[in-house]
């Protein structure tokens, strides 16, 4: 077996270079950008090159390849020098992808029908049967508009000789438009002059137009179309949401959906809202666990009986990603010729299926020579150009083919083209390839958008796939003269408005990061109160008044032994602030917050991730406290609480001020203030015990003592002088926290805010907002009705002693509390756990039910 030599080199005279001719001169349609790069010192370029970096991580484009940075994404690379495509290339390509497309189109409708080109044996068998991609539930299924291909991509690279050659398929799961888009953006703002010296095409309106494809499969004037991703878990979720964006449509996941009545439903705070379209990203096979893969927790189950009666569209169709194994191109030219009776209009690269047994000989006696890929995905087996290749790795690689050899196939090494690339204000030769993407607008309308996903390797690499570090290169496809360029500034804005809907899980993510936000913002404030306190030189008989209450208002810690630590201590509160997650501390209510904001990145501006991202890098890398001092524990733990209580109260204003006030964000605060509502009621309780306890035996000045301690430790200590203008007492104490509206932490204040915000997202009508109106309006009459200060006057003041088992007021703020806790369940089953709310002619399975599905 031929052995490659071990740190081979590319020789450029085996490959195509895009700028320069065979002289080393600038081809024509690149003068102008040399011209004007020339003109350029260094530092301007590499200025010009961080700026657009910065766009780039400006706009939150991303990929992520591995999760090594805050929120664990990665910006997306776009190269200063961008791909210029001629007119006349354009065109032979844009026919060459077309013609293949109406070739597969017929492939897909003969496989999953009367199967002619097997039965006749003009294609192998195995290859197309034995595929994973090949989808037996689909010849059950009429696919969208009578065709299986809609919005599809192509992969294309340069032979030596300049001819384009097809790579591969991206027909049924076309990946990387968003980032086409996003590079011309970026660059339309770095290099706005260096447009004015070419006519460009436009693909701007690029997303409207697959928006009016997707709606056009609708009855319905005014259909809900859904974008179907994985989630966060995809390296490509950034451009799932930008598309999503684009198009004005929701970004779901599985969860998302509902089946009901073989329709499918999308959970949203305002009830279940039909859905006719589904733009699909992820896999067929993990697209409904009762058809395909039973362990899929991506899919919708039930989604293909709603394909099947018809109440759904799923596009691209189902089975279509058979058009994506790489063992059938090499029967392209089959295709073309059998279905179209047509000579091919571009070559392909050469494309070896190990499944068979002629091929696979042909490619192990010079194994070095090939580079070895599964039937699908960017995984690569073969080592890139650098990597030594020796004889043990040659028998690994053999060991992996012959396990499944059906399941890969080879290609030459070469089918990438020479490019330039700057780094660092300097010139760097990559190589590259392209992806070119279709859209079926009509039984024989189809266009090929006027642009590409230019891909560029790393240097020293063949390999320009962004699963493997390839970055990018903005593409442009020269026009006839007169038309306008794509500096237009309509190019930089979107065209659709953001989604109206918001779905439950989104709000409920939202929700609970508000919750969990303002816990970790309280606890950290009380802390930061009591370390500030600690260094004041409190008299022996404060210290004892004060210490009691920090006690019962802070939530208590368990030594290894289970005896509870004292906050009182130094190594208490360092704990409190700093213990790892479910231990109940201000870390772990910044982890907790954090992790559901990461779920709902694209629904957070830029600002209040950032925000978000150094609030919790305050607790990533705490030191252990026994190798601290005292005064260190006390100096870090104050530090660290100060900080997360300004920019805890950062992140809502940032987000108020940059983020749109839509259904998420505004359970963001009806979170926040639900939160505020317990901590106060449950302050409120245990401040009430501890006085009535104290009753009759502490004298006013000590009540006071406790009350002001109190008051600090939920920062209204400045509000209630600012109210009362009066020494502190348990009356007042009591009326401004449960019932003035002014206060910010009034219980009543915080029931109010919600109440407003619930009631801007679901129609009057809705049972679950009934429901929630009505156990917040009987919490505030509660609040409202009695004397608090009477209540108080006649159990503290008065010094009149008894149980707190036994008192009125305890018992009447035990209710409130109790009741303030049930606010959550009447939220969460009115709007988050997707609460069924259907017209009654739809719900004949559920008529008489009133729970939650």
């Known amino acids: 077996m031929h052995q490659a030599k071990q740190g081979a080199t590319i020789k450029e005279g085996a490959h195509w270079n895009e700028l320069l001719d065979a002289a080393g001169q600038p081809r024509e349609i690149y003068a102008p950008l040399f011209r004007r790069f020339a003109t350029a010192t260094r530092g301007e370029l590499k200025r010009t090159d961080e700026q657009l970096e910065a766009t780039m991580r400006e706009m939150g484009v991303t990929f992520d390849i591995a999760r090594d940075r805050p929120w664990g994404k990665r910006p997306w690379f776009c190269d200063l020098m961008p791909q210029i495509f001629t007119a006349g290339e354009w065109r032979m390509l844009a026919h060459g992808m077309a013609q293949r497309l109406h070739a597969y189109e017929c492939?897909?409708?003969?496989?999953?029908?009367?199967?002619?080109?097997?039965?006749?044996?003009?294609?192998?068998?195995?290859?197309?049967?034995?595929?994973?991609?090949?989808?037996?539930?689909?010849?059950?299924?009429?696919?969208?508009?009578?065709?299986?291909?809609?919005?599809?991509?192509?992969?294309?690279?340069?032979?030596?000789?300049?001819?384009?050659?097809?790579?591969?398929?991206?027909?049924?799961?076309?990946?990387?438009?968003?980032?086409?888009?996003?590079?011309?953006?970026?660059?339309?703002?770095?290099?706005?002059?260096?447009?004015?010296?070419?006519?460009?095409?436009?693909?701007?309106?690029?997303?409207?137009?697959?928006?009016?494809?997707?709606?056009?499969?609708?009855?319905?004037?005014?259909?809900?179309?859904?974008?179907?991703?994985?989630?966060?878990?995809?390296?490509?979720?950034?451009?799932?949401?930008?598309?999503?964006?684009?198009?004005?449509?929701?970004?779901?996941?599985?969860?998302?959906?509902?089946?009901?009545?073989?329709?499918?439903?999308?959970?949203?705070?305002?009830?279940?809202?039909?859905?006719?379209?589904?733009?699909?990203?992820?896999?067929?096979?993990?697209?409904?666990?009762?058809?395909?893969?039973?362990?899929?927790?991506?899919?919708?189950?039930?989604?293909?009986?709603?394909?099947?009666?018809?109440?759904?569209?799923?596009?691209?169709?189902?089975?279509?990603?058979?058009?994506?194994?790489?063992?059938?191109?090499?029967?392209?030219?089959?295709?073309?010729?059998?279905?179209?009776?047509?000579?091919?209009?571009?070559?392909?690269?050469?494309?070896?299926?190990?499944?068979?047994?002629?091929?696979?000989?042909?490619?192990?006696?010079?194994?070095?020579?090939?580079?070895?890929?599964?039937?699908?995905?960017?995984?690569?087996?073969?080592?890139?150009?650098?990597?030594?290749?020796?004889?043990?790795?040659?028998?690994?690689?053999?060991?992996?083919?012959?396990?499944?050899?059906?399941?890969?196939?080879?290609?030459?090494?070469?089918?990438?083209?020479?490019?330039?690339?700057?780094?660092?204000?300097?010139?760097?030769?990559?190589?590259?390839?392209?992806?070119?993407?279709?859209?079926?607008?009509?039984?024989?309308?189809?266009?090929?958008?006027?642009?590409?996903?230019?891909?560029?390797?790393?240097?020293?690499?063949?390999?320009?796939?962004?699963?493997?570090?390839?970055?990018?290169?903005?593409?442009?496809?020269?026009?006839?003269?007169?038309t306008a360029s794509d500096a237009s500034p309509r190019l930089l804005c979107d065209v659709q408005a953001p989604s109206r809907h918001v779905t439950s899980r989104v709000a409920e993510a939202f929700y609970w990061t508000g919750r969990y936000i303002e816990r970790a913002r309280n606890l950290a404030s009380m802390i930061a109160v009591i370390e500030a306190l600690e260094t004041e030189e409190l008299n022996t008989t404060e210290r004892m008044l004060y210490r009691p209450v920090w006690n019962r208002m802070l939530p208590p810690l368990e030594r290894g032994s289970g005896e509870r630590e004292s906050i009182s201590s130094s190594t208490g509160r360092y704990r409190l602030t700093f213990d790892p997650p479910g231990s109940g501390s201000v870390g772990s209510s910044i982890e907790r917050a954090t992790r559901n904001a990461e779920s709902i990145q694209e629904c957070l501006s830029n600002e209040a991730s950032r925000t978000l991202s150094a609030l919790r890098s305050i607790f990533e890398r705490p030191r252990k406290a026994a190798r601290l001092t005292d005064a260190q524990r006390a100096m870090l733990t104050r530090r660290a609480c100060e900080q997360a209580t300004d920019l805890a109260a950062q992140f809502f204003g940032v987000a108020q001020t940059t983020m749109i006030a839509d259904d998420g964000w505004r359970?963001?605060?009806?979170?926040?203030?639900?939160?505020?509502?317990?901590?106060?009621?449950?302050?409120?309780?245990?401040?009430?015990?501890?006085?009535?306890?104290?009753?009759?035996?502490?004298?006013?000045?000590?009540?006071?003592?406790?009350?002001?301690?109190?008051?600090?430790?939920?920062?209204?200590?400045?509000?209630?002088?600012r109210v009362y203008q009066m020494r502190i007492e348990p009356g007042p104490v009591l009326q401004m926290l449960c019932q003035n509206l002014m206060v910010p932490r009034s219980i009543n204040r915080c029931l109010a805010q919600c109440r407003n915000l619930l009631e801007k997202s679901r129609p009057e009508s809705s049972s679950g907002l009934q429901r929630a109106f009505a156990g917040i309006d009987a919490l505030r009459n509660e609040l409202l009705q009695p004397d608090w200060g009477f209540l108080a006057e006649l159990e503290i003041e008065a010094g009149y002693a008894r149980p707190a088992s036994r008192s009125d007021l305890v018992t009447r703020l035990e209710g409130v509390l109790d009741r303030t806790l049930a606010i959550h369940d009447l939220v969460a089953d009115g709007f988050l756990n997707h609460q069924i709310h259907m017209r009654e002619a739809e719900q004949p399975l559920l008529k008489g039910l009133s729970y939650a599905i």
């Open 107 to 482: 492939f897909l409708r003969d496989v999953y029908g009367e199967q002619r080109i097997l039965r006749q044996g003009i294609v192998p068998l195995h290859p197309v049967l034995g595929s994973p991609y090949f989808q037996r539930a689909a010849r059950a299924l009429k696919p969208p508009g009578g065709r299986f291909l809609h919005l599809s991509g192509m992969a294309v690279g340069r032979a030596p000789d300049g001819r384009m050659v097809v790579k591969h398929h991206y027909f049924g799961q076309a990946s990387g438009m968003s980032y086409m888009i996003q590079n011309r953006r970026a660059m339309a703002r770095v290099l706005p002059q260096a447009f004015g010296d070419y006519s460009l095409h436009s693909i701007g309106d690029a997303p409207t137009e697959i928006l009016e494809v997707l709606r056009s499969f609708a009855g319905d004037a005014e259909p809900t179309v859904v974008l179907l991703s994985s989630g966060q878990g995809s390296a490509a979720y950034s451009e799932h949401s930008f598309l999503a964006r684009r198009m004005g449509i929701p970004l779901v996941q599985g969860d998302d959906l509902l089946v009901l009545n073989d329709r499918v439903y999308l959970k949203t705070v305002t009830g279940l809202e039909r859905v006719e379209v589904i733009y699909s990203r992820i896999s067929d096979t993990w697209l409904d666990p009762l058809v395909f893969r039973r362990d899929s927790l991506l899919g919708v189950p039930g989604l293909v009986q709603c394909i099947r009666q018809g109440t759904v569209s799923v596009i691209n169709a189902v089975g279509s990603q058979l058009a994506d194994d790489r063992a059938m191109l090499p029967f392209a030219h089959t295709l073309i010729r059998y279905y179209l009776n047509e000579a091919p209009l571009l070559d392909d690269l050469d494309t070896y299926w190990l499944g068979d047994l002629d091929q696979r000989e042909f490619v192990l006696n010079d194994l070095a020579r090939f580079i070895v890929r599964p039937l699908y995905g960017e995984k690569i087996l073969s080592p890139d150009e650098n990597e030594p290749f020796n004889e043990k790795q040659q028998h690994a690689l053999l060991r992996e083919i012959l396990e499944n050899p059906a399941g890969f196939v080879a290609q030459p090494r070469g089918s990438s083209a020479l490019t330039m690339c700057y780094e660092g204000g300097k010139p760097r030769t990559r190589h590259q390839d392209h992806i070119l993407f279709a859209l079926y607008r009509g039984e024989d309308d189809c266009v090929v958008f006027p642009g590409a996903l230019t891909r560029v390797a790393e240097e020293g690499s063949f390999f320009t796939a962004s699963e493997l570090g390839g970055g990018s290169k903005d593409t442009w496809v020269e026009a006839a003269s007169g």
């Open 667 to 721: 359970f963001c605060e009806v979170g926040a203030n639900i939160e505020r509502a317990v901590i106060t009621a449950n302050a409120l309780t245990t401040m009430i015990r501890s006085q009535l306890r104290s009753a009759g035996q502490a004298g006013e000045h000590a009540r006071e003592i406790q009350l002001s301690a109190f008051l600090r430790l939920l920062n209204c200590r400045d509000v209630y002088r």
